[in-house]
């Protein structure tokens, strides 16, 4: 179900603006965390995915650029 939310921001951005905005966002997470897995977690796109990855029903009521609630979210 995890990467199924990933395919699903995949598809809404395009695929390229995906991955791009997926690296910058993780480069400011790096500077900003001053650790690689911290950064990690705390991309949105990651913290939806996570988040949601156990509820099966997700995808079929998840609102289209859903990963944009967790961009300013607390720390994980």
Do not use: C, D, G
């Not at 705390?42 to 997700?58: H, T």
């Not at 009521?61 to 967790?70: D, G, L, Q, T, V």
């Amino acid at each position: 179900n995890h990467e199924s939310i990933h395919t699903r921001q995949m598809l809404e951005m395009f695929i390229i603006l995906f991955y791009l905005l997926y690296v910058i966002e993780w480069l400011i997470r790096v500077v900003e965390y001053k650790n690689r897995y911290e950064a990690y977690k705390n991309i949105s796109y990651e913290r939806e995915a996570y988040s949601n990855m156990y509820n099966r029903e997700y995808l079929r009521k998840r609102k289209p650029y859903s990963f944009i609630h967790y961009y300013r979210k607390e720390k994980i």
